[in-house]
């Protein structure tokens, strides 16, 4: 006799889905990968159908047609009534019997964490903070960029680096490396240059992540510009992280602070010392660490929680990622 899909696991990032099909048991029974899921960009029911064909996928090869539980964890679902409209076009599919939308931020948080219970910051593109305990209570941000008053995250470094060398070279601001080596990684002689071709889209717009690692870099090299901005941004990932843990009463006792994204789990040592040595001095009882575990165990792990699975089963579905 086959196992029972008890639980559909979403992960839907903008570049990537990622979905499994998880037994009552806790055995992962068939995952599958699908494109980005990018709602504000192509509309909700399109965006659903980018999830749809990873779910058929998965199905298929599980052998099933439904499952109790959908677990979704979701990209650009900022506010509950996001989610709540996210809930309902996966409900609209009958996917599951009962369906949850969480953020993207909470998968990579339960994936890092034997409980619902801690903090997760994530730096990527952007920048966002979560925090959950056992009881249901959570801790969010809107995460939206500037005007919900974020700072950080790969794309606005890359900005704030191209702000600070284009002052450089006209003489606005500072002397800075930053002024030489970013058009130098486009193989431009000059700011000017550069600035001319993102204007024009000589380069494509979304090159402008390539120059975070070239910050990165140049920090390491001893710029003080850059070195400025990964202190500050190691500033706002502690921020982030203290006021969650504030807002769920975890401040004075002891509770992971996971780092999650590409940028935090680049483990750059100027940014992961200045996060590591901010935490201790405003947060002394967190406990950080980097999560590597893929986002999509943590959705599965949400919806192991939300049937009731005991330690056990959520302890195969964990193995079965970690392996």
């Not at 298929?60 to 650009?76: P, R, W, Y």
């Not at 964490?113 to 809107?142: L, Q």
């Not at 450089?168 to 002689?189: C, I, K």
């Not at 390491?220 to 500033?235: E, H, I, N, Q, T």
């Amino acid at each position: 006799m086959g196992l029972t899909a008890s639980v559909l696991a979403v992960d839907a990032g903008n570049s990537k889905t990622d979905v499994a099909v998880v037994a009552a048991d806790g055995s992962v029974l068939a995952t599958a990968r699908g494109g980005g899921f990018r709602p504000p960009v192509v509309g909700v029911e399109a965006a659903v159908d980018v999830i749809a064909d990873a779910v058929g996928q998965a199905f298929t090869a599980a052998g099933v047609g439904s499952v109790d539980h959908v677990s979704a964890c979701l990209a650009n679902a900022d506010f509950p009534v996001e989610e709540q409209q996210l809930a309902a076009a996966l409900h609209a599919r009958a996917w599951g019997v009962e369906v949850e939308v969480r953020n993207d931020t909470f998968a990579i948080l339960r994936a890092g964490v034997t409980e619902p219970r801690g903090v997760a910051v994530v730096c990527g593109a952007g920048i966002n903070c979560v925090g959950m305990r056992p009881d249901g209570r959570t801790a969010r941000f809107p995460a939206l960029g500037r005007i919900s008053g974020d700072w950080g995250g790969g794309w606005g470094l890359a900005e704030e680096a191209l702000w600070h060398a284009a002052r450089a070279e006209d003489g606005r601001g500072v002397g800075t490396d930053l002024a030489r080596v970013l058009p130098r990684h486009f193989g431009l002689p000059s700011m000017y240059a550069l600035i001319e071709a993102l204007h024009l889209e000589d380069i494509a717009p979304a090159r402008r992540h390539e120059l975070t690692p070239v910050l990165f870099a140049t920090a390491a090299a001893g710029d003080p510009v850059a070195r400025s901005l990964v202190d500050r941004l190691a500033d706002e990932v502690v921020s982030m992280a203290t006021v969650a843990l504030t807002r769920l009463d975890l401040l004075d006792e002891e509770t992971p602070v996971l780092l999650g994204g590409s940028v935090l789990a680049a483990r750059h040592p100027q940014l992961d010392d200045g996060v590591r040595e901010l935490l201790a001095a405003r947060a002394p009882k967190a406990v950080p660490r980097v999560v590597t575990a893929s986002p999509v165990l943590g959705a599965a792990l949400l919806g192991l929680d939300r049937a009731g699975a005991s330690a056990e089963v959520q302890a195969r579905t964990r193995a079965y990622y970690e392996a």
